[in-house]
């Protein structure tokens, strides 16, 4: 397998707003088309596709906040024909390096419905935290996750 992370594009747009999670995993994330819209009209945010060799296999979407300088990971996902395969903690990885690299950032973080409980254990894996703060500026409140780089180096 040869997993690579590339930017969204005319060409591949399209197929990327088209992937979609699981029925039971519809409520933790937002639509690809709505991220897509986001990172199009707020450029801070960075939407990518996940192949294996030429097969789209997810969507994860980045960026440093403004008006706190922090960096997130605010989407990410497998799409549902390629779940269960161990595409998301492989592409995870290759993500958190990209990020750690792209932004030179000591802290990363994310927000995860607090019934995520799958995603969570994904994220610990990885050595993010619950650090007790909740986000509110989406639909529901969500539980934020951090990456301490300094403590939990990416290799």
């Known amino acids: 397998m040869s997993l690579h992370i590339r930017e969204v594009t005319t060409e591949n747009w399209e197929d990327i707003a088209y992937l979609s999670v699981n029925d039971d995993q519809k409520n933790f994330i937002e639509s690809n088309a709505f991220s897509l819209a986001q990172s199009k009209f707020e450029p801070e945010w960075k939407s990518v596709g996940l192949y294996d060799e030429e097969e789209l296999i997810g969507y994860a979407m980045h960026g440093r906040d403004k008006t706190t300088n922090a960096v997130w990971l605010d989407r990410f996902m497998i799409d549902h024909n390629h779940q269960g395969k ?23 973080y994310l927000s995860i419905y607090p019934d995520n409980t799958k995603a969570q254990r994904l994220y610990e894996k990885f050595g993010f935290v619950l650090n007790g703060k909740i986000d509110n500026l989406g639909e529901f409140p969500c539980l934020i996750m951090e990456l301490d780089l300094k403590r939990s180096p990416l290799k």
């Open 86 to 108: 161990g595409y998301a903690s492989r592409f995870l990885k290759h993500l958190l390096i990209e990020m750690q690299k792209k932004y030179d950032c000591e802290m990363i």
